[in-house]
């Protein structure tokens, strides 16, 4: 059986080109995941009916169906010129177009827009992974008062001991396939994307925090938070930070905010969860950095 890629991540394309043993990782009703001989990398299959995530190939969605039904973990795949080759299936991705996950926009915040979103975020009365609600975290007296609040805080501390405690906190914490902590971090990760306030070494610590053995997290949330450290972000991520950056009217961004919750069982409302966390902070210090830093390194 021969599958024709409907499109793939620009970031795969020299994976896909050169020669490499894969095996299957896991499989879903609607995807599945394939890493490399080395484990250091993984490759998302799915369906176009998905949102696009960072180093993800997709197929027609009838197609997909009919490859996880004759596929099983720990079965080896080959790449090399452009095909997958599985037992009894080969994907053609030669010649398909491909997309960029890589957020390359300049720093920048709309006021008004983030206005807009704050209000969105204070109407979302649904629970995330943390079992509290969206418009609780808009409160005045969440971030200062709660635990996964000064947590939020301390990510943003000029103490770096109190970062490494608030990285420790959040990776791995919670269920599923993307822990709540991690897609919070993803989250936090994006909103950088527009705001530059991470201290610069709290890419290194959330590194260094993965390194560990035992492993903190699942094996595919690792995989993502490493593809947020290298600035990777699943389209709906994207989409909402376009909005943000520019004057955009309320309706565009709830419809954003609408297509970032529907992903996984809770994990959009976790990255929106440290999406908004992040955005807050900036809020409450209005981009001042030596007053902020300052002030959280009281923590």
């Known amino acids: 059986m021969f599958i024709k890629a409907a499109y793939h991540d620009e970031r795969l394309t020299d994976t896909l080109q050169n020669k490499s043993t894969w095996r299957v990782h896991s499989l879903f009703n609607k995807s599945l995941n394939i890493q490399s001989a080395d484990q250091e990398n993984l490759m998302l299959i799915a369906g176009t009916s998905s ?4 180093k993800a190939l997709y197929l027609p969605d009838d197609m997909l169906g009919k490859l996880v039904g004759t596929v099983q973990p720990g079965q080896p795949v080959s790449i090399s010129d452009g095909r997958l080759i599985f037992d009894g299936c080969t994907i053609v991705v030669d010649g398909s177009p491909h997309y960029q996950s890589r957020y390359a926009t300049e720093k920048g915040l709309h006021q008004g827009s983030l206005r807009h979103f704050v209000a969105s975020m204070a109407k979302i009365e649904k629970l995330n992974g943390f079992d ?5 975290l808009t409160r005045d007296s969440f971030l200062a008062n709660t635990l996964e609040g000064n947590h939020i805080l ?5 103490d770096a001991g109190k970062r490494s405690e ?3 906190y959040f990776i791995g914490r919670g269920k599923g396939l993307t822990p709540s902590g991690d897609d919070l971090l993803v989250g936090a990760l994006a ?6 306030m991470l201290p610069a070494d709290t890419e290194g610590l959330i590194r260094k925090r ?3 053995d035992p492993k903190p997290t699942t094996t595919v949330s690792e995989h993502y938070l490493a593809c947020a450290l290298d600035g990777l972000y699943n389209e709906p991520i994207h989409r ?4 943000l ?5 309320e309706k565009a961004i709830e419809e954003c905010i609408k297509h970032i919750m529907a992903i996984g069982h809770t994990s959009g409302m976790d990255m929106l969860t440290g999406l908004t966390g992040a955005l807050l902070v900036w809020n409450r210090f209005e981009g001042g950095y030596n007053q902020w830093q300052k002030e959280l390194s009281s923590l």
Not at 154 to 158: A, C, D, I, N
Not at 245 to 249: F, I, N, V
């Open 210 to 212: 993965l390194a560990q």
């Open 166 to 168: 608030a990285i420790s």
């Open 51 to 54: 949102p696009r995530l960072p």
């Open 191 to 196: 909103a950088d994307q527009l705001l530059g």
């Open 154 to 158: 301390r990510l943003y501390s000029g």
């Open 245 to 249: 950056q520019q004057e955009s009217e």
């Open 240 to 243: 909402l930070l376009h909005v």
């Open 132 to 136: 509290f609600m969206m418009a609780d």
